[in-house]
């Protein structure tokens, strides 16, 4: 796995820390008021970590769509000759 964004990455992990810390609180106190914010928390965490990794799969579809797109455009190096 690759971290592709990680601005985003850093923020899922805040996310995710943010409603842990929360969670402990609210059961301190004995609230339940706040349950249903702390669960967007975390699933925008979950969400923000998900979308700023990038596994290999994903790097090497990529790859290949890059080199379709190149050999289309007579960008790629494969044959020498230049168009």
Known sequence: MKIKDK?????????????????????????TRGFSLLGFCFGLGIYN??????TKTQRQKR????????????WDKEDG???
């Open 7 to 31: 601005v985003r990455f850093v923020v899922g992990i805040f996310d995710i820390l943010i409603s842990i810390i929360g969670l402990v609180i609210l059961i301190i106190h004995h609230r």
């Open 81 to 83: 000759d230049v168009k």
């Open 63 to 74: 790859k290949e769509e890059l080199q379709v797109m190149a050999k289309m455009l007579g």
């Open 49 to 54: 970590i998900f979308y700023s990794i990038e």
